[in-house]
């Protein structure tokens, strides 16, 4: 038989050795329209079927090459051109998709974390951290830094820890990576709706940056526990904890970090010149999110830092929202104490005062002078985020625009 009646041995190789492959990078990266479609469980079971099938497409197209390459009458040579091209696109593919698109190797994670005190530090305290405080320990992990890297694997406080941050969705989470009993290794996989999706490495369970939730694999259905965090500036974290320890850059990313500049700093809503109403909701906007007990609110954060101080009331707790006067650095604050609900100003000094007794209080939520002192505000975990991301994983959310609560169905 001529290898003309052949060449669908060679076809099929070649689609078995690109099309999957291309499939798969365009899944996890964040590609025009990739993001938006609902296909986790699809990737997860496709980043597993990819090597087969290219061991497969690598036996078909040699075995027809063995066979058949350089026969057949007198359109060899344009036959053989055209298979040559196209066996030397397939490899420019396999770099694209397997090192160039590849998630691990555009977003590695720094191999020694260095941290740095106080003294010793060389990160501008205006930049923009995750703290954690552990069994009496502190760190801070700069933002520009470890959104680069995604993640850091620690140990803060002699307990293991998995800082988190993803850009896509502007939010960072702090889990315990013990899982049955066993410290897991975590790997960046790529991404899906816009968050970033890490797998550990017994289980090769994917889970979600955003939630802890574990979304396809042997664990699905499962949640990592989750660590309290601050989202603040590394100078406001220092006043609060000057003992703490600072992640320090890895010269190895130093050009990566430098893409990350003013991220922690300009929403895209100001660098929209097309847009005129700036206090417009779009998917981009930035909100600072909270759960209590089982139910999603956002805050809009644009309304939030001109008011600096929020009193609310949600899902019948009273709650407290602060942003100092860096408007970057935010608290949520459980506002009753002793079964008492306080209400807050902010007054002249910087500082806030209860109006039921008159009590001032720190940004540490620590009542310092009144007849409240010694007293401390329970903090309540909360999220900054961009507003798409906190919609998809909190669809029934309510949203708080500026003196008003509305459910909001979708956005610009």
């Known amino acids: 038989m001529s290898s003309r009646s052949r060449a669908w041995i060679f076809w099929l190789g070649v689609i078995l050795l ?35 099938l290219r061991v497969v497409a690598t036996l078909l197209i040699v075995g027809y090459l063995i066979k058949y390459y350089g026969y057949y009458g007198k359109n060899t040579a344009r036959g053989n051109i055209i298979k040559v091209v196209v066996l030397v696109l397939s490899l420019i593919s396999f770099y694209f998709t397997d090192f160039a698109y590849k998630a691990e190797a555009m977003f590695k994670e720094t ?16 930049y923009l951290v995750i703290g954690v405080v552990i069994n009496g320990a502190a760190r801070a992990y700069p933002v520009v830094y470890l959104g680069y890297h995604h993640k850091v694997q620690d140990e803060v406080g002699r307990k293991p820890v998995l800082v988190t941050y ?12 013990v899982i049955n009993g066993v410290t897991q290794h975590f790997r960046l996989v790529g991404a899906r709706h816009y968050n970033a999706i890490i797998e550990d ?21 499962h949640q990592l526990k989750e660590l309290p965090y601050e989202q603040s500036t590394l100078g406001a974290w220092l ?65 939030l830092t001109n008011k600096h101080l929020l009193n609310d009331e949600f899902n019948h707790q009273a709650l407290l929202l602060g942003v100092e006067h860096d408007n970057l650095t935010y608290h949520v604050w459980n506002a009753n104490i002793n079964g008492k609900t306080l209400h807050f100003n902010l007054g002249n000094d910087g500082l806030l005062t209860d109006q ?57």
């Open 18 to 52: 690109i099309v999957p492959g291309l499939v798969h990078a365009y899944l996890l990266m964040p590609f025009p329209g990739s993001q938006d479609l609902d296909a986790i469980t699809v990737c997860y079971y496709l980043e597993k079927l990819v090597n087969p």
């Open 111 to 126: 191999a020694r974390v260095k941290f740095a005190t106080g003294f010793t530090n060389k990160v501008p305290l205006n």
């Open 166 to 177: 993803c850009t896509m969705c502007r939010t960072g989470r702090v889990y315990d990576p």
């Open 201 to 221: 490495e017994n289980t090769k369970t994917w889970w979600y940056q955003a939630t802890g939730v574990a979304a396809v694999g042997e664990l699905k259905g």
């Open 239 to 303: 006043q609060k904890h000057p003992n703490s320890l600072i992640m320090q850059p890895d010269k190895l990313y130093a050009d990566d970090y430098a893409d990350l500049k003013n991220y922690d700093r300009v929403q895209a809503i100001d660098r929209d010149s097309t847009l005129e109403n700036k206090d417009a909701l779009i998917p981009k906007s930035w909100v600072v999110g909270i759960i209590i007990n089982g139910k999603a609110r956002a805050y809009d954060w644009r309304r």
């Open 356 to 412: 039921e007794t008159a009590s001032v209080w720190d940004w540490d939520g620590l009542c310092i002078s009144g007849t409240q002192k010694g007293q401390r505000l329970a903090k309540v975990q909360a999220y900054q985020e961009y507003w798409r991301s906190w919609k998809h994983f909190h669809p029934t959310t309510t949203f708080w625009k500026g003196g008003e609560v509305e459910v909001i169905a979708d956005v610009y």
